[in-house]
T-cell receptor, first 112, second 112 residues
């Protein structure tokens, strides 16, 4: 079952903040966030693990609510370079260890 | 840079012809993946490998086969290409330490 991302698209001006949500119907072991620019490969941003551990880039923050099977990505003081499509990938662990199921993506556009 | 290359980067072929895409990694990672990306569907897992000669199906495996005879190479074969297999194909590896996936540059395949 594919995780659901919201919103589907968001438009910002430079300096504004945005939150992208990812919700799953299954219990999660980890959530992975990626950004993809047009014509390029997805680029890793952050991983959030069950139990609270996070690993990622310094300027990106995210949360993981294990009970609600939800994750949110926080983009603060947005820059033009933040534009792109953001994907969450969820891992349920167990027999699905190592497999990610991706959401449909959130298109973020930052204007000057 | 996770040391992943894909070949070819672009390919145009005709319906009914066989096509093989190659993913090559230089860092001896155990897990490798093939995804396809289509508008509105995000990234969908085709097949993955958890070791040499160890492979398993993903959510959209029909019409595709894979092989992994060496750690560094993961091949995706379309036995008889169809127009519905026109897509962008991404290979990924599961990195050590951060346990997330890193993507190759992608292959654009057009089946006429």
């Amino acid at each position: 079952q594919q995780p659901v991302q919201s919103p589907q698209a968001v438009i910002l001006r430079e300096g504004e903040d945005a939150v992208i949500n990812c919700s799953s119907s299954k219990a999660l072991y980890s959530v992975h966030w990626y950004r993809q620019k047009h014509g390029e490969a997805p680029v890793f941003l952050m991983i959030l693990l069950k139990g609270g551990e996070q690993k990622g880039h310094e300027k990106i923050s995210a949360s993981f609510n294990e009970k609600k099977q939800q994750s949110s990505l926080y983009l603060t003081a947005s820059q033009l370079s933040y534009s792109g499509t953001y994907f969450c990938g969820t891992e349920t662990g167990g027999t699905s260890y190592g497999k990610l199921t991706f959401g449909q993506g959130t298109i973020l556009t930052v204007h000057p | 840079d996770a040391g992943i290359t894909q070949s070819p980067r672009h390919k145009v072929t005709e319906t009914g012809t066989p096509v093989t895409l190659r993913c090559h990694q230089t860092e001896n990672h155990r897990y490798m993946y093939w995804y396809r990306q289509d508008p509105g569907h995000g990234l969908r897992l085709i097949h993955y490998s958890y070791g040499v000669k160890d492979t398993d199906k993903g959510e959209v495996s029909d019409g595709y086969s894979v092989s992994r005879s060496k750690t560094e190479d993961f091949l995706l074969t379309l036995e008889s290409a169809t127009s519905s297999q026109t897509s962008v194909y991404f290979c990924a590896i599961r990195g050590q330490g951060w346990e997330t996936q890193y993507f190759g540059p992608g292959t654009r395949l057009l089946v006429l």
